[in-house]
Each structure stands twice: as C-alpha cells, then as structure tokens.
C-alpha cells in the first residue's frame, strides 16, 4: 500500500509538472486578433492598405489584374486637378465625342460650355462619362493622350500592373507598343496606390477630398442656361465616421467595383475591391467595405518598430589607425555607427502577429585605407517578410595603410617625442 501509495504521489506530481510545462511552452497572446483566414468577402480581389505608410494589411487575389470600371475616374480628376484645370475661371467646350458617350452620363450637348470645376464634382459625385471624356479632353487633348498620361503617372508611383485606356473606366481593349493586346485594368493593390497618391501625396490632395467628399452640388453651364444637381453615390461617407474619400463603379466586365478610404483615430485605411458581385448584388461592396475596415481597426495599432541594433568592430586589413601611436602595425580594426538613424522612429501599423526582423548586411573585414564615416554595409528592418526601413552603416573612424611612407611618418613622430622628453 505504501510503494502504491509513493507511485500515485509521483504520477500526480509528473502530471502536474507536465501542465506546468505546457502552460510555460505556450505562446502567450496579449492582444485579441480575428485571423485573416476568417474575413469572408464578396470580392474577387481586395485589399487593407495603411494609407500612411502603403503597407498592405490584408489581401486576397491582390495582384491579379481585372477590370476597374469607374473607379478608373480617381486618377482622371486628379491628373486634371494637378494640370490646373480645378480652378474656377476654366471653361472647356463639349466636343461631339464626349457628348456620345453612354449613360451614365450627364446629358451634355457638343459645342456646349462648362466650368472645369463644376464637371469634376459631376465626374466624382455621379461618376458621369461625358464629363470624364470632357475633362480628359481639356487636360490633354484627346482621350488617347490622356491615356498616355494615366499611364505614366501610374508608372511614377509605383503601380506595376495597371493599363489605362479610358478616362471614365468603361471596359476596353487596346494593342500597346509591345504588340500585346491590353484590356483596361489594374490590380487591387494598384488601386489602393492610387487612392493614396489622391489623398496623401499629390499637391491636389485636399482638393481632391473636398470635392470627393460633397454631398450634394448644383452648377449651371458656363452660358447660365442649364441647371444641374449631382448627389455622392460614395454611401461610405455617411455609413462609417471618418470616411475620407470614395469611388464606386460598375460595367459588365468588372462587376461592382469600390475604393475607399477611412480615418480613424490616427490610422488611415484604404479598401480596394474588384469583381465584388454583378447584379442585383449592388450592396455586396459595402459589406465587405466595413468587413475590411472592422477588421483593421480591431486589430492595428501604430507601434514603434526601432530596435538598437549592435554592430562589431571591422577588421582592416593591412590598416593602422589614424590615430596609432604604437608599435602594433598589421591590421586594426573600426568601429561602425548607424546613419540616418537621429530620431529612432519606425511608427507602423502592426498587429499582434506582425514579426519584426532586423538583418545587417557587413563585410567580413575592410581594406585600407578607410575614411571616417565610409558606408560600409546597411541594417534593415522588415515586417514579417516586407522590408520598411534601410539604415547606412558608416566607420566610427578612419584607417590608413599600413606602407613605408606611414612607417617613416611614425617613427619620426617618435623621434621627436623622445627628443621631447629627454629636453
């Protein structure tokens, strides 16, 4: 009874030693987190973006190229916007190519003259193609020009995978320099960078959110004879508190198509969405919208990334320091400071299962001779596996090479230090 007795003691007290071990060995989590795989959407490709720092927060299908619709328009206004036709004293006159263009369409009649101004609000608000092929027209003269321009502003900003064919983002198919038939379109990712170029980096920026922020606009031609009232299909602006900005757009190739963007406390996100039902699926956009932007503010917050990172002395090869005043010649070794690196901030929005890695790219040693302040390699930081952040490492100090010239330059140096001493 008693050895029974012993072994049940041990068994329980392996037991609970297990459990101890167990709960010690488990990850801890200290922030509540949906998991990616959970978000369930409508859209064929969508995408989060950080609207600060362009980091992309979730994705699916997010460089796969579709058809954009109307959402094509936001880079239309703000190439018109940026040529300086948002002013008010602009008229453009309706040419007869503009005034065919399908509905939607605002109904104006060639020869017919409007402010700029005044179209924009009709091209933003009620996504008309009259006025996109108007606005086209008056920025660059002909709607294939305005397209060369579409494109290599894309190309500036970094998209990789749109192609621009129309202002007004109807479906379209086109033969390009390189022989290849290309159909207008871009990818989710793209789309988002557009978005944020509109809102944060043009110089047009704040004109473009506050004509894309309008409720309601009424206007006249330039001649005072007709009078028009445009309302905001962007129904983000009043479903969500900090809607910054929005684009809706519809063909038959493209599905319903939506992009975004929301501010909230400090954060700024941005939704992409192509291909995201055909009808009577209208409203499948705003739900997977507040999906994404649910999604984002439960589970990101801004955090400093910086960490210190140690760097070694290099080695220099046949190097002696600048300041040697001994007899050790051969190699010496340098110090390394990391450059640009003052303010000792990386603010990004992370998650609770966002990784940081800090890799530093060194030689294994230097040749001499070296100057103080060299680049000599570089730290990077990444987020999981995108890199955000490239610092320069530079030499602490410098080092000559190790010759005859340094040689006789020491020892006279000593020589006359000795003569120094014996005075």
């Known amino acids: 009874m008693e050895r029974q007795g012993k072994i049940k003691k041990r068994w329980w007290t392996g037991v609970i030693g297990m459990l101890v071990f167990?709960?010690?060995?488990?990850?801890?989590?200290?922030?509540?987190?949906?998991?990616?795989?959970?978000?369930?959407?409508?859209a064929q490709s969508a995408v989060l973006m950080d609207g600060k720092s362009g980091r992309i927060l979730w994705e699916h299908n997010g460089d796969t190229v579709r058809p954009m619709a109307s959402t094509t328009k936001i880079m239309t206004c703000i190439l018109a916007l940026e040529a300086g036709l948002g002013e008010t004293d602009k008229i453009t006159e309706i040419s007869p190519h503009a005034a065919a263009q399908p509905k939607v369409h605002l109904g104006m009649q060639a020869g017919q003259k409007?402010?700029?101004?005044?179209?924009?609000?009709?091209?933003?608000?009620?996504?008309?193609?009259?006025?996109?092929?108007?606005?086209?027209?008056a920025t660059a003269g002909s709607v294939e020009e305005f397209a060369?321009?579409?494109?290599?502003?894309?190309?500036?900003?970094?998209?990789?995978?749109?192609?621009?064919?129309?202002p007004?983002?109807?479906?379209?198919?086109?033969s390009g320099e390189d022989g290849k038939e290309h159909i207008h379109s871009t990818t989710a990712k793209d789309l988002a960078r557009i978005m944020q170029y509109c809102i944060r980096e043009s110089p047009k920026a704040e004109e473009f959110l506050q004509i894309t922020r309008t409720a309601d606009y009424r206007f006249q031609d330039a001649d005072g004879k007709g009078n028009y009232q445009c309302?905001?299909?962007?129904?983000?602006?009043?479903?969500?508190?900090?809607?910054?900005?929005?684009k809706t757009g519809f063909t038959s190739g493209a599905g319903y198509c939506y992009i975004g963007a929301v501010e909230d406390e400090g954060r700024t996100f941005i939704v992409a969405l192509l291909g995201c039902g055909w009808p009577p699926h209208k409203t499948y956009k705003w739900s997977d919208v507040q999906e994404l932007i649910g999604y984002g503010k439960e589970n990101y917050r801004y955090r400093n990334i910086y960490r210190e990172c140690e760097l070694p002395a290099l080695s220099v090869r046949e190097g002696v320091g600048e300041e040697t005043k001994s007899t050790d010649w051969g190699?010496?070794?340098?110090?390394?400071?990391?450059?640009?690196?003052?303010?000792?901030?990386?603010?990004?929005?992370?998650?609770?299962?966002d990784k940081v890695r800090i890799v530093r790219n060194l030689?294994?040693?230097?040749?001499?001779?070296?100057?103080?302040g060299e680049k000599v390699g570089s730290v990077e930081y990444y987020l999981n596996d995108q890199k955000v952040a490239s610092y320069p490492v530079l030499t602490a100090q410098g080092a000559k090479r190790f010759s005859l010239e340094w040689c006789l330059q020491w020892v006279g140096r000593a020589w006359l230090a000795g003569n120094g001493e014996a005075g």
């Open 148 to 166: 060369r321009q579409m494109n290599r502003k894309a190309q500036e900003i970094g998209c990789t995978d749109t192609w621009f064919i129309t």
């Open 114 to 137: 409007f402010y700029i101004r005044d179209i924009l609000y009709s091209l933003m608000l009620e996504s008309h193609n009259d006025s996109a092929v108007a606005v086209a027209e």
């Open 22 to 42: 167990s709960l010690w060995m488990t990850p801890v989590s200290f922030a509540k987190e949906d998991s990616p795989e959970d978000i369930q959407l409508y």
């Open 168 to 174: 007004n983002g109807l479906d379209g198919k086109v």
């Open 331 to 353: 190699d010496c070794e340098v110090g390394l400071v990391l450059g640009d690196a003052d303010t000792k901030e990386l603010p990004f929005l992370v998650s609770a299962k």
């Open 231 to 246: 309302h905001n299909h962007n129904a983000l602006l009043t479903m969500m508190p900090g809607a910054l900005s929005g």
């Open 363 to 372: 030689p294994e040693n230097l040749e001499a001779p070296v100057k103080k």
